[in-house]
């Protein structure tokens, strides 16, 4: 078998020790302990999350101190053999919300649209990406962990803006990014709201048109969830789903100018995955994604050609000893609390190790008489009022999972309606 | 000429590098050089401010290095000669709005009523109490600076409560307070919404009636301003009015176990005087809270004998590379961004050197044919919904302001009505 070596592995870092809130108190020793244990797996990655009020706790105040532990967290992650991808905006991360005081309460202003709010997050942008830019091991910025989610109808303290409103504030914040690090791989995420939620501002068109590659994260909890239930079939072929329609919307609005898709998150949450079954959730997620063989492990699949990375959330339990988490987010970790790794890392790492050997990543099932790749067609209108269409809870979804589940994952073709 | 002792003097303790952003890199050499410039003024105490979502960004983590921070910055001040008290819950300074993130958004719960948050609040008040009651010149706790804010009727986000539920609030911090530190002075603190808004669940009768000491906030921009515009010689009685109005409420609520009042807050706003009138501004004021005798700066007027300490806002100016404050906050420093003594704080030292050699202290006018202190007579509701009849807005302020500026300030009697 040949040797793959297209897909990158990764994980979304939360340190062990005081999660997100370690910031406040970095400490490069434990850093170093998590990042170790990380690579262990085979990974080649992180994703890594500063917290935006205390980068910038006044919108001309960036720390020195902060951006200086931003970077020494990169530079050990390459001692240990990790690239890494800074997220800019944190913002939102396992259902705290993370905001500056000078755009809360008495200060509060549109996080998208306001010329002050944005001139300051340039400047966070640029200070950031100026500094990274320098470090090898550096790969890239994001601009928010899903940011995008203070701008969704479901937020409860709503940031009202239009589409156009969506694309201004992107095109500002990635112009910055790219003034500053040109060579920076620079993405924006998002929880599937976007994909699936007919009055989002942040539509698939700017999901896909808008940063150097197109994200996914992929969250089975959702309306797939809830359709289906906990530990259905199905769910293992949410993230393929997720890509391969993220590449049609790709086709469907860039023409050919596409490119690889990152699953920037994926994880396994013990609300629709009995305990024990996390592990071969890891397996099969990833198997409908890279392709396999018959025989290992049931019958073959064909993975799908756009996938660049998947980047697994999360890397470490959360703390039990931190309060207030909805109870999925503290059992997320590749790791446990007490940094052993626990049977989904196994899983992961025997994933990466099996790709890299060759045991998956199989693209196309050359099986006589094989009908080949079917293809799944719908017509939308430019605006995403109609993208609900393609919800893992509607008839589309269930069509294309039908035939997916039994290996030939059929293409997804997206047209404009009239 | 008699020495006087009774009062105390001293400021609210803004750092001069970062503001309280500085908590992020606590510095204790610029610490002790801003408590070396304050102690120079004459001041005997100062009052601090951690910011509550970095102590405890999570409901059952207290950053044990955050306690030791404030720990060091109380020793520091005793080096200087100063007395400290602590503010916990910041909570709201100078406009901006600090919660953390397990009280917001999707995690917001109302935070004087719900469980879960007083309990992490008495937690949190603990912790400090405890640390802090092993020091010396550690001498109390506050609450949280004008935390009553974020229960106002004008509050952008209103966290809605009633009066008996104010109340309760208050008696469980107070008694998590005097539990783990008996000996110390513990007070809430609140701006003139507690006086003047009818409509403000807490009342006059919490704020005389819980904590140890009553705290009076005075400040010139509010209803008084608006009134009687800038320079008006009614605007350095006001917080004369203040501590009376606090004494005349205690004797309503606790007959004759009345205590001292402590000014806890007043300041020099540049909305309301005009460039180069500060220093008179602190000057009068001063003058009519302890009295003076004739000939020293104008009439002779009758001090108060309700006074046990003023708190200057503030030590330091707002440094101008900070933004978005309103215009004023940048000004009220007895210091500027630069460290060097602003007239204001040349005025404040003056008047503390004065009181301290008995030329001002001056609480009965003996003059012969003195027809005596007059009395002003109110009667109220016992639950606060006609309280704005004592607004400086109204005609109660205005009967007592014409006798007071002539300096025989009238007695307050407040009685409840049927």
Redesign the interface.
């Known amino acids: 078998m040949a040797e793959n070596h297209k897909v990158h592995f990764g994980v979304n870092y939360t340190p062990r020790q ?2 997100f ?1 370690s910031w ?2 970095f400490d490069p020793k434990a850093t170093r302990e998590d990042l170790e244990q990380i690579a262990s797996l085979g990974c080649d990655h992180v994703r890594i999350f500063p917290l935006w ?2 980068i910038q ?5 960036i ?1 020195e ?2 951006i200086k532990q931003v970077v020494r967290l990169v530079e050990i992650a390459g001692e240990c053999g990790l690239d890494v991808y800074v997220d800019v905006l944190q913002g939102h991360l396992s ?5 500056p ?2 755009v ?5 202003q549109n996080l998208f649209t306001s010329p ?1 709010v944005i001139s ?1 997050q340039r400047t966070l942008v640029g200070a950031l990406g100026a500094a990274l830019s320098e470090l090898p091991n550096a790969r890239g910025l994001g601009i928010g962990n899903e940011f995008i989610q203070f701008a969704a109808p479901r ?3 709503q940031h009202e803006i239009t589409s156009q409103e969506a694309g201004h504030w992107l095109d500002e914040l990635f112009a910055e990014a790219k003034q500053v690090w040109p060579e920076g791989k620079h993405a924006h995420s998002f929880d599937d709201d976007l994909w699936f939620d007919a009055h989002h501002p942040f539509t698939p068109e700017l999901g896909v048109t808008r940063g150097d590659i197109t994200t996914v994260h992929s969250w089975i909890f959702g309306a797939l969830g809830l359709t289906y239930g906990a530990d259905h079939q199905y769910l293992p072929m949410f993230a393929r789903y997720l890509v391969d329609l993220a590449a049609a919307y790709q086709r469907l609005f860039l023409g050919t100018n596409t490119g690889p898709i990152w699953l920037q998150e994926v994880g396994a949450p013990s609300t629709h995955l009995s305990r024990g079954r996390e592990a071969e959730f890891v397996r099969h997620t990833l198997e409908f994604l890279l392709g396999r063989q018959e025989g290992e492990g049931g019958g073959a699949i064909a993975g799908t050609e756009h996938l660049a990375a998947v980047t697994w959330w999360c890397s470490h339990d959360v703390s039990r ?4 988490f909805p109870a999925l987010e503290y059992d997320l970790g590749l790791f446990d609390e007490d940094g052993q790794v626990k049977p989904e890392g196994q899983a992961f790492a025997q994933v990466i190790s099996d790709y890299r050997d060759g045991k998956l990543g199989i693209y196309s099932l050359k099986n006589e008489g094989d009908p080949g790749q079917s293809i799944l067609r719908v017509g939308l209108t430019r605006d995403g009022s109609d993208r609900n269409l393609l919800s893992p809870a509607g008839a589309f979804f269930q069509a294309w999972a039908e035939q997916a589940i039994n290996g030939q994952v059929p293409k997804i073709e997206l047209s404009h309606k009239n």
Chains 1, 2 share one sequence.
């Open positions: 005081g999660w809130h406040l108190d009020p205390l706790p006044n919108r001309t105040l720390r101190s902060a259902s705290f919300d993370f905001l005081s000078w809360e309460s008495w200060h509060r002050k300051g937020h409860p303290q000893q931190l309060a207030d």
